[in-house]
């Protein structure tokens, strides 16, 4: 079999659930043709037959990709989860199958900064309960204990992406910043780290929480740090539910302890938009809740959809995994005057070398190779001169542990 790379024009790109017109344009303007877009999501046992011929499959976070329907999708070489999580999708199957998994973990940085920030302002005015006492016919019109931010300490867990971003918008409103990490990281503008999470509790006027879910940040906050904050603080949590003991900040609410809070995210969340949220948090009047949407912003989704769209066109054109979830990583450079073989294996002892014979059996002049592994996956790329990459591609695919092999030109 000649070793052709696909066509364009052959290349079947499945979009589902409302994905933004962002992405559609993206692949257009990369010279793909063959691009359906669906508003809805396709039920589990409809998604085999429609995956059928689809090469590049674009989702959301109500598609389910199990492993048997991976299975069944036999010419799907990538996916795109046009959102930050990836459950959704057995990704361990996926990369049995030579499937590289793409996903958008920072389009929504500046959305979830924004809302805090917001909550913050808000928080510390009293607006919740302004709020709250306002649509129940009360005029309560006086200074009370609201406060601007600005000379404030803001003091944030977690200085990631969100926590960075943060940092930076906060100091621009002249607020003052701490912040608590656990792993060595740079502090932006005049931000200055504390050792302990005590540390920041106790200094903070606004204590925010940014960390991932993960059973160290799992119950981070609770009765003992939510008493280490000064009586008059504000919380804010819009990273992971299981961070925060919601029952422990519930009863300090109603002891009196705290300003108020802000809570975007639940250890259980409902379901769907038909199910009802449960939370000791409920009927509190200085506590704004939120239904998750920290990152759901009109220019979130826009910038998701080009950002996933853009890795699966780059994946596609220049074999590329830079950010893959379940793939080797490898940052290709463009491959002019030659062809790219792309292969996927299972991490095997001596694979490395038969590729290699492949190569040297057939003649065939290598220009680079590159190559990386991760827990079971080998991922290895290799540049060869045009007129010799005939032939190789077969002689790769029967090597005992290949996934899946491409040439790109
Ligand atoms: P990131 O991974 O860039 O940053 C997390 C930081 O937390 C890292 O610097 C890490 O070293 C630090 N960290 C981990 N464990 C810690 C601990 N025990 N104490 C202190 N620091 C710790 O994550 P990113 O993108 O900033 O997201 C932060 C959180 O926000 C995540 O949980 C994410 O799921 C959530 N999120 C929520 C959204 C929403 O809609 N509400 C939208 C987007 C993200």
Not at 75 to 89: D, E
Request: proline share 4%; aromatic share 4%.
């Amino acid at each position: 079999m000649a070793s052709t790379s696909l066509d364009k024009d052959r290349i079947k790109i499945l979009l589902l659930e409302g994905i933004h017109q962002n992405a559609v344009d993206t692949f257009r303007a990369a010279g793909y043709t063959q691009i359906e877009r669906r508003t809805a999501a396709v039920p589990e046992a409809e998604l085999p037959g429609l995956l059928e011929d689809v090469h590049f499959l674009g989702i959301r976070s109500r598609t389910q990709l199990t492993a048997d329907v991976l299975e069944a999708a036999e010419k799907l070489v990538a996916v795109g989860a046009f959102c930050i999580g990836t459950n959704q999708i057995d990704l361990e199957a996926a990369a049995e199958k030579g499937v590289a998994v793409f996903n958008a973990p920072f389009s929504n940085t500046r959305s979830v900064a924004e809302l805090v920030l917001a909550e913050a302002i808000l928080l510390l005015r009293g607006v919740p309960e302004k709020s709250a006492q306002a649509h129940r016919g009360t005029w309560a019109k006086s200074v009370g204990t609201s406060r601007e931010i600005r000379g404030k300490t803001l003091g944030i867990v977690g200085y990631g992406n969100i926590g960075k971003q943060l940092s930076v918008l906060a100091e621009g409103l002249g607020m003052r910043v701490v912040f608590h990490d656990t792993s060595d990281v740079l502090p932006l503008g005049n931000a200055r780290p504390v050792a302990t999470l005590e540390e920041l509790l106790e200094q903070s006027d606004i204590v925010t929480l940014h960390v991932p879910e993960a059973p160290t940040t799992q119950g981070l906050i609770g009765k003992a740090e939510i008493a280490a904050m000064k009586p008059d603080a504000v919380l804010i949590n819009a990273s992971r539910g299981t961070v925060v003991d919601l029952e422990a900040l519930a009863s300090a609410l109603e002891g009196g302890h705290l300003a108020g809070v802000a809570v975007d995210v639940y250890p259980t969340e409902p379901r769907s938009n038909d199910d009802e949220l449960d939370t000791p948090l409920k009927g509190l009047d200085r506590v704004i809740l939120t239904p998750h949407i920290g990152g759901s912003t009109l220019e979130a989704q826009e910038n998701i959809g080009a950002e996933v769209a853009g890795k699966l066109v780059r994946y596609s054109d220049n074999g590329s995994t830079e950010t893959s979830v379940n793939f080797p990583e490898v940052v290709l450079p463009p491959h002019p005057d030659c062809h790219r073989i792309l292969h996927v294996h299972r991490n095997v002892p001596g694979i490395m070398a038969a590729i290699n014979r492949v190569f040297s059996d057939l003649g065939v002049n290598v220009d680079a190779q590159f190559l990386k592994t991760s827990n079971d996956l080998g991922y290895v790329v290799t540049d060869v001169e045009a007129k010799t990459s005939e032939g190789a591609l077969d002689a790769l695919r029967n090597i005992e542990g290949t996934i899946r092999t491409r040439v790109l030109y």
